[in-house]
């Protein structure tokens, strides 16, 4: 009895067993390959399946999304001979498990391998520049030819992406100075645009400015010429509507002329001619005959002479005070006889020349040394400075004495 229980619970565990193993499950996105007897049997997608128990066994479980994968940097040549680094980014999906399971052993590392070959190709046929700029170009090639060739191994790429391209340091070094000395070149030009427009603009306020502060200026003229345009109108309006006679106006003429001589820098006045027309309008206005014209005439003549005569005498006096003539610049100075100097006449020598020259004393001998005392036309008088003694040293001295 134990012993035929021990095996009816043997047989419900292979009963359990076999159940457990003959349900799968697959889940959204996946797909298993099943072997029967070590041959491919069937894929199978999402869903609950069936297989024969210890016949049929899984061989992979395969995810049909889309994968990322990315591979390390690869040092690639450029066509200028410059060693870049590059790592790359691929985007792919499993579109047959079969093919991708039966068709190559590993496709991860065949992608990679086929992504190293192709950037290289691409990129060697590249300066450092193209290279740099032309991204798009270098993913679509790549993508191009990995998806021709990993479409037999039933696996599509939708994308590759290159996430960075490092040149070597010193080209690294090299493109920042470039790069800062295009910088400061723009910051240059954008300063001299900004110095630029802000001289036009300040040239512009300038000019605007000065043609306005002309414009004022020539208003200002018009307007101070009419002014006094309409003053002098007015001006004679009132003469004309006073009726002013030729008296009227000779007595202001009288009134203003002490006005023109009491001026301080005034070195010169002018009596005009019709100053006695002036004193013949005074007289016929006060209805004087001739012999009260003529005294009335004479009165004021005098009266106008009397208070002008000291300021004309200071004038006079003022000017004349600094003048000095040549030869009264000669007083006080001493020469020497070079003949002998008498009463009438004699010639002495001065450093500018020879004079002529006559004394109101003695006789004063060739040679003697004399002062000048005064000039009398164009003679000196002269006198001795030692009349007991002559200039020993003088060319013209005697020497018999």
Excluded: C
């Amino acid at each position: 009895m134990p012993f035929v229980s021990i095996i009816l619970l043997l047989v419900a565990v292979l009963v359990i067993v076999a159940i457990f193993r003959a349900v799968r499950i697959v889940k959204q996105s996946t797909a298993i390959i099943v072997e029967r007897l070590g041959r491919f049997q069937a894929a199978y997608g999402a869903g609950m399946h069936f297989l024969v128990p210890f016949i049929d066994r899984v061989r992979n479980i395969m995810d049909l999304r889309e994968q990322v994968v990315s591979f390390p940097p690869q040092p690639v040549i450029t066509s200028d001979n410059l060693v870049v680094s590059i790592d790359s980014v691929v985007y792919y999906q499993i579109t047959d498990p079969m093919r991708a399971t039966y068709e190559i052993s590993n496709y991860l590392q065949a992608i990679e391998q086929l992504t190293v070959t192709t950037l290289r190709n691409v990129v060697g046929s590249m300066d450092l520049e193209q290279t740099l700029t032309s991204r798009d170009q270098i993913n679509g090639q790549l993508r191009g030819v990995l998806d021709q060739a990993t479409g037999r191994w039933g696996i599509r790429v939708n994308s590759v992406e290159l996430k960075s391209i490092d040149p070597p340091a010193s080209i690294q070094g090299s493109m920042e100075q470039q790069m800062r000395a295009e910088r400061d070149r723009r910051a240059a030009i954008l300063t001299a645009e900004g110095v630029k427009q802000s001289q036009i603009l300040t040239a512009e306020g300038d000019k605007q400015s000065a043609i306005l502060r002309a414009e004022g200026q020539a208003q200002s003229a018009i307007l101070k010429a009419q002014g006094e345009s309409r003053a002098i109108l007015q001006v004679f309006d009132a003469i004309h509507r006073g009726n002013a006679d030729p008296k009227l106006l000779a007595y202001q003429y009288l009134q203003t002329l002490p006005k023109i001589a009491n001026g301080s820098s005034s070195k010169m006045w002018i009596v005009p001619t019709e100053f006695t027309a002036a004193f013949d309008g005074i007289a016929g206005a006060l209805g004087a005959n001739v012999t009260i014209q003529v005294i009335v005439f004479v009165v004021v003549t005098v009266a106008l002479l009397a208070g002008l005569r000291p300021f004309l005498k200071g004038r006079i006096d003022r000017s004349a005070g600094d003048v000095r003539t040549n030869t009264d610049a000669l007083i006080g100075k001493t020469g020497y006889v070079t003949e002998i100097v008498g009463e009438r006449h004699g010639r002495i020598q001065f450093s500018g020349g020879e004079w002529s020259a006559r004394t109101e004393g003695a006789s004063i001998p060739v040679g003697a040394e004399v002062r000048v005392d005064r000039i009398d036309g164009a003679t000196a008088v002269v006198s001795a400075v030692k009349p007991t003694q002559l200039a020993p040293t003088h060319p013209y001295a005697d020497p018999a004495s």
